[in-house]
């Protein structure tokens, strides 16, 4: 008997299942999210999205280690959520195909109350993986191409592979051994930025 692939609707909806309700010490999570990442996500349609033109001057060997660390970094950021309750809970309806592309227009509610109206863009290939959020006409990987630009304009690839290898650091140390002096300017850096509110309520509790 053929199993059937799941819908778009269904991957987004297992999607954040799978981030929400993980048992286990941080080492299990981080298996069960990666293979969550690997299995629902087109990671290299996202990350040519964020390179943008960038990604024609970048070396093989270089591309591969901004992919991984880029990985690391999305299962590291999914850990510290789910320690705060940061994944909220989701309601999708239905979905729009057109072609090898599908839309799924969700509401997501934080543990806060607030609530965001989200797109959540799919493409098949060898079944339905999610490459983008849209969220007030504001698209996700528009996000990443302007953090990536600004990266490079500092140090081009180096300051890339230099500022996701910070981020990554700053997510495992994730507040645990912090001297005192360093938690209050990622407190600041956080409070600047929304969306590191989940971090900052991390720090503040330790």
């Not at 996000?143 to 990536?148: A, I, P």
């Not at 912090?178 to 720090?203: C, G, H, W």
Request: charged residues 35%; hydrophobic residues 35%; proline residues 3%.
């Amino acid at each position: 008997m053929l199993s059937v692939a799941p819908s778009p609707l269904e991957v987004v909806v297992m999607t954040h299942s799978g981030l929400s309700q993980q048992k286990g010490d941080d080492e299990s999570k981080k298996k069960k999210f990666k293979a969550l990442l690997d299995g629902n996500i087109d990671l290299p349609f996202v990350i040519d999205e964020a390179l943008g033109a960038h990604r024609k001057d970048i070396k093989p060997e270089d591309l591969a280690h901004i992919s991984e660390i880029f990985r690391d970094v999305l299962i590291e950021s999914a850990l510290e959520r789910t320690e705060d309750g940061g994944f909220g809970t989701l309601g999708c309806k239905g979905f729009e195909r057109l072609d090898a592309w599908a839309t799924v227009p969700c509401r997501l509610t934080l543990r806060d109350g607030t609530v965001f109206d989200v797109n959540v863009m799919l493409r098949y290939r060898k079944g339905w993986r999610m490459v983008d959020v849209v969220s007030k006409n504001t698209r996700l990987s528009d996000q990443y191409r302007g953090t990536v630009d600004e990266m490079w304009r500092e140090e081009g690839v180096t300051g890339v592979i230099d500022r996701l290898e910070a981020r990554l650091a700053k997510l495992r140390n994730n507040g645990k051994n912090t001297p005192e002096f360093m938690k209050q300017s990622i407190l600041d850096e956080a409070e600047k930025d929304p969306a590191n509110r989940y971090r900052t309520n991390v720090l503040k509790k330790k």
